[in-house]
């Protein structure tokens, strides 16, 4: 070996040992700050806590907040819970967007998928978006959906009704603002739940609100009380969850 690749090599090691010295050095000195540091600077480098509220839904419509509104509505509480300490997970088990008409095959709810993906499911909540505004328009069923049984009266098939004391609908004019939001409980237990001929789903006997599969849903107040619904509306946007309570709201 020549004496100018000794050299070469002599001042390579030298550098790679004074590297990892001052590599060395200051992982200790960056240690020593740490643990002399203030527990309030300290925290800042822990991965943030995931809290509950962010685990309650995953719907691409409703937010924490509507959470909240719709968990202290279901309990009927006097106070409102906060997006801190809802007990129920909003768990998303149809979802479905609606184009416009040159779209056609997918204008049109599949209600066979709608009633399979809900079998199992012992409250639900029904959420839609009004087409071309920030209207949230919808309804809660605390018993289990069910296929109606055709009947016949004369010529006609009637529709099917369940009864349930702690059904609602719900109408809020911004959806960005939780402070809009109406809800009705059922006056007319006996109609609360309606099921027509062709499986859609609607409350009251009216129809208070007409879940219709080709997104034209219509409202007329019979066995709730009025809170604004349009009598007729588009929806742009259709989504049903399975609500869970999963733990004690404080």
């Not at 995953?58 to 809802?86: D, G, V």
């Not at 040159?102 to 204008?107: D, E, H, I, V, Y």
Request: hydrophobic share 35%; proline share 4%; with cysteine.
């Amino acid at each position: 070996m020549s004496l100018k690749q000794q050299v070469c090599l002599s001042q390579k090691g030298s550098a790679f040992e004074e590297l990892n010295f001052w590599r060395f050095r200051d992982c200790c000195t960056l240690k020593s700050d740490i643990l002399n540091s203030p527990r309030h600077l300290v925290r800042t480098i822990h991965r943030p806590t995931l809290t509950r509220y962010r685990q309650a839904s995953n719907s691409n419509i409703l937010n924490p907040h509507h959470l909240a509104i719709f968990s202290t509505w279901m309990e009927k509480r006097n106070s409102y819970y906060k997006i801190h300490n809802n007990p129920h997970k909003f768990k998303t088990l149809y979802h479905q967007l609606l184009c416009d008409e040159f779209f056609f095959k997918s204008n049109i709810m599949d209600l066979e998928t709608v009633h399979t993906s809900c079998n199992n499911a012992k409250t639900i909540l029904i959420v839609a978006k009004v087409k071309d505004s920030d209207q949230l328009v919808g309804g809660f069923i605390p018993i289990r959906l069910r296929k109606p049984k055709d009947s016949v009266v004369g010529n006609r098939k009637s529709n099917s009704f369940s009864s349930t004391k702690e059904s609602f609908i719900f109408f809020f004019t911004n959806c960005n603002d939780v402070k809009t939001g109406k809800f009705a409980y059922v006056t007319e237990t006996k109609y609360a739940i309606n099921y027509n001929d062709k499986c859609e789903i609607g409350f009251g006997r009216g129809h208070d609100l007409e879940c219709k599969s080709d997104g034209n849903w219509t409202s007329t107040p019979t066995s709730y009380p009025s809170i604004g619904i349009p009598a007729v509306f588009k929806i742009s946007q259709f989504e049903i969850f399975e609500v869970i309570r999963f733990f004690n709201g404080e």
